[in-house]
């Protein structure tokens, strides 16, 4: 009974990121680009149960070999027809694994820009383009998985304030339904969540729910603005750990926390390459919403079912905890009211006979802060 597949939901991934070792050897292959031999180790240098779709090559502890491969492996995808390939790839492996709901991150500025004599042009039919390759990715999985997705498009905050104002107002020319959150990506340090004034406006005027990535690289304090500006979930946001102030926050604001147990285990110095530092265990007890994420899949060698399967035994998160999380995402994913009541009545309808007991004795013992409580009774009501 306990091994009976988990439903999941993934709020946190980047298209470019979820292009695995295969994929990347595909796309190569087809744009006639050189391969490098040294982007990803040879068949007989890595365990293939642990990385079914090959392995990069970067050295875990090294940020700047992390991003070459992100940008080298990137710069395969050249036509609209390779954003079907990726899509569908990653949708399709992750379906089969359980996925019921993603949200797919997506960057028109690495889209559809080009720089001609210092100024940066948006080519409209490009993106266009690429979204009806996506979409078709979308419906072709849908063929065989019942999977729903949506879309954020990213402001890179490095790129400066003006540039993610742009991207804001290129959407407001250029909609699309499934867009339905924006997203501050990037370099966390660079600049301050108040030098995109314009753009947290112009988002709120789109009716585009805000995703901020922050509380990752840098710390709590970063979370707290990104919340000042409009935050409806906060990207990774682990550092929130860091102050009890802003976890009461959280909870009263029912904020959701999108992390990713193996981008933070590689990418937040702070945990040390060791995963068994990871609050997530605490912050879940202590009453914050969190979501499992593969952030960006490919490039770090993990699918959903790994992250789910790390919660379970690393941080022995029980299958009522994880369904939990699953309807956290539902609750907090940036889709319209009906596709959650659907979506939400699906996942307690796969809740077993020993489900409901587990679910029954939570609530009768009372060792769960009152916030799980609240939701545990709420699934009981809708039982
Ligand atoms: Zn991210």
Redesign the pocket.
């Known amino acids: 009974m306990h091994n009976q597949i988990i439903p999941k939901v993934i709020l946190?991934?980047?298209v470019e990121?979820s292009i695995t070792p295969f994929m990347a050897q595909k796309l190569a292959d087809k744009n006639h680009i050189i391969f490098p031999n040294s982007l990803c180790y040879q068949a007989n240098e890595y365990d293939k149960n642990e990385f079914k779709n090959g392995r990069y090559r970067y050295d875990e502890t090294n940020f700047v070999e992390f991003i070459q491969t992100y940008d080298t492996v990137s710069s395969f995808v050249k036509t609209p027809e390779d954003y079907y390939l990726i899509t569908y790839d990653f949708l399709y492996r992750n379906a089969k694994q359980g996925l019921i709901y993603c949200e797919l991150?997506l960057s028109p500025y690495h889209i559809c820009t080009t720089e001609i004599n210092g100024e940066i042009i948006w080519n409209q039919e490009r993106f266009h383009q690429t979204l009806e390759q996506m979409d078709k990715a979308i419906i072709d999985v849908q063929k065989e998985f019942d999977v729903t997705v949506r879309y954020h498009v990213i402001g890179v905050r490095h790129l400066g304030a003006k540039i993610v104002y742009d991207t804001l107002r290129f959407i407001e020319k250029n909609p699309h339904q499934f867009i339905t959150g924006f997203?501050i990506?990037g370099n966390e340090k660079a600049g301050h969540f108040d030098d995109f004034q314009d753009a947290h406006q112009l988002a709120s005027q789109l009716k585009l729910k805000k995703s901020y990535?922050a509380g990752?690289i840098d710390s709590a304090e970063s979370i707290i603005q990104a919340l000042k500006h409009g935050a409806n979930r906060i990207?990774?946001g682990i550092r929130a750990i860091e102050n009890q102030k802003l976890i009461q926050e959280l909870i009263d604001k029912k904020i959701t926390l999108?992390i990713?147990l193996t981008?933070n285990r590689i990418l937040v110095n702070e945990l040390h390459g060791n995963i068994y530092n990871h609050p997530v265990r605490k912050l879940y007890e202590q009453g914050v919403r969190i979501t499992l994420?593969t952030?960006?899949a490919g490039i770090f060698g993990t699918d959903i079912e790994k992250e789910y399967h790390i919660a379970q035994t690393v941080f022995q998160f029980s299958r009522l905890e994880l369904l939990d999380i699953t309807l956290c995402g539902i609750d907090a994913a940036f889709v319209e009211e009906s596709v959650k009541v659907r979506l939400t009545h699906y996942v307690l309808s796969l809740f077993t006979a020993n489900d409901k007991q587990m679910l029954q004795q939570a609530i009768t013992d009372k060792k769960y802060h009152f916030a799980i409580i609240d939701r545990f009774k709420t699934y009981q009501e809708l039982l």
């Open positions: 946190h991934e980047h990121g991150f997203n990506a990535h990752e990207g990774h999108e990713a981008s994420n952030d960006d």
